[in-house]
């Protein structure tokens, strides 16, 4: 797609409930001790508070904060701040949010409790469903004040371990406008990123859009200055989460990658070798998902190459945004 085009999350039947597990996280140190919490599950599309509680062994002046959700794609927020304020942070591609609740100093030893509240939007990608959210908090003067970890699931993966993502395709609804499905077509536009050294200069590229389900040859032309033996080729392709994709290899062997929680696949096609000077192509196969959210229709994918002597064989930058959006500046990520 989201010398590709774009990176997609695959859409399917979603779980209306994540059931919640909890775990206190703390060590011999931490001034409380998480005894309780509650709710056991929350419901997509309702705001949700988590509440933890448990006794505070010591008067607390003030503290800092720090909330770290991971999943599927790696690390999906870090909200840190003073925990005497709250704050709201925002989950990847518009899913959901995720808020500190201020607590009240000085805290007294006792009954405590920390809350945080959790939105989460109908129709969240189900590899995004399972996560693994950590509260902490360490005291002005350096005491660890509590630590507590909460995993979700969708409700029918909760018992046993979660299952791995389901890649079945559906189509996606629009919830609060929010473009779920995106566009069925992206816009593709290229650039030669070589500089003077490098031995081929591309001049042509096609197609100049992708359709959306469909397997799609990208064929980046021009002309070799001189026979090259061999080289290795490198893909990346970056989007509105960061990295996406990283493809290398040996250019005279075709290779494979698969895009993020199995919303498709890239391909780089083996380049027959010894390269003769003159007229040569790159070709790049991409297959990307149905159901692309429009927020990971906007990449850069660039393809390079470095010949087994160390010279710079090719270099070409690849655009991709819904066709809407093709003619515009894609040089700045497009937010929606």
């Given at each position: 797609m989201k010398v590709f085009a774009s990176f997609a999350f695959v859409f399917v039947a979603n779980a209306a409930e994540l059931k919640l597990t909890w775990s206190d996280c703390g060590d011999a140190s931490t001034k409380t001790k998480i005894t309780a919490f509650s709710p056991n599950a929350v419901t997509l599309g309702h705001k949700t508070t988590?509440?933890?509680?448990?006794?505070?062994?010591?008067?607390?002046?003030?503290?800092?904060?720090?909330?770290?959700?991971?999943?599927?794609?790696?690390?999906?927020?870090?909200?840190?701040?003073?925990?005497s304020t709250s704050k709201t942070c925002s989950l990847?591609?518009?899913?959901?949010?995720?808020?500190?609740?201020?607590?009240?100093?000085?805290?007294?030893?006792?009954?405590?409790?920390?809350?945080?509240?959790?939105?989460?939007?109908?129709?969240v990608p189900r590899a995004l469903q399972t996560t693994t959210t950590r509260a902490s908090a360490i005291a002005k003067n350096g005491d660890k004040l509590f630590c507590i970890e909460i995993k979700s699931?969708?409700?029918?993966?909760?018992?046993?371990?979660?299952?791995?993502?389901?890649?079945?395709?559906?189509?996606?609804?629009?919830?609060?406008?929010?473009?779920?499905?995106?566009?069925?077509?992206?816009?593709?536009?290229w650039s030669d990123c070589g500089d003077t050294s490098t031995k081929t200069k591309i001049t042509a590229f096609s197609p100049n859009a992708l359709t959306l389900g469909q397997k799609i040859a990208m064929v980046g032309t021009g002309s070799l200055s001189e026979d090259v033996a061999g080289a290795d080729y490198d893909l990346e392709m970056t989007g509105a989460i960061g990295k996406l994709l990283s493809c290398k290899g040996d250019a005279s062997t075709s290779k494979t990658c698969s895009l993020p929680l199995g919303v498709g696949t890239l391909s780089f096609e083996a380049m027959t070798f010894p390269l003769k000077a003159g007229a040569t192509a790159v070709n790049v196969d991409i297959l990307l998902k149905p159901f692309v959210p429009r927020a990971l229709q906007t990449t850069t994918t660039r393809a390079t190459a470095i010949a087994k002597n160390g010279d710079k064989l090719f270099c070409i930058e690849i655009k991709s945004a819904p066709t809407q959006d093709a003619q515009l500046d894609l040089a700045a990520p497009v937010v929606v």
């Open positions: 988590m509440v933890g509680t448990g006794s505070l062994s010591e008067d607390v002046a003030g503290a800092d904060y720090d909330l770290e959700m991971t999943g599927a794609i790696g690390k999906l927020l870090s909200c840190k701040g003073d925990a990847p591609l518009g899913v959901g949010t995720l808020s500190f609740e201020a607590m009240t100093f000085p805290l007294k030893a006792g009954a405590s409790a920390v809350n945080v509240d959790i939105l989460l939007k109908p129709f699931a969708p409700a029918q993966d909760a018992q046993p371990e979660p299952l791995a993502p389901v890649a079945v395709a559906e189509p996606a609804v629009a919830q609060d406008g929010i473009d779920a499905a995106g566009s069925n077509n992206l816009g593709l536009t």
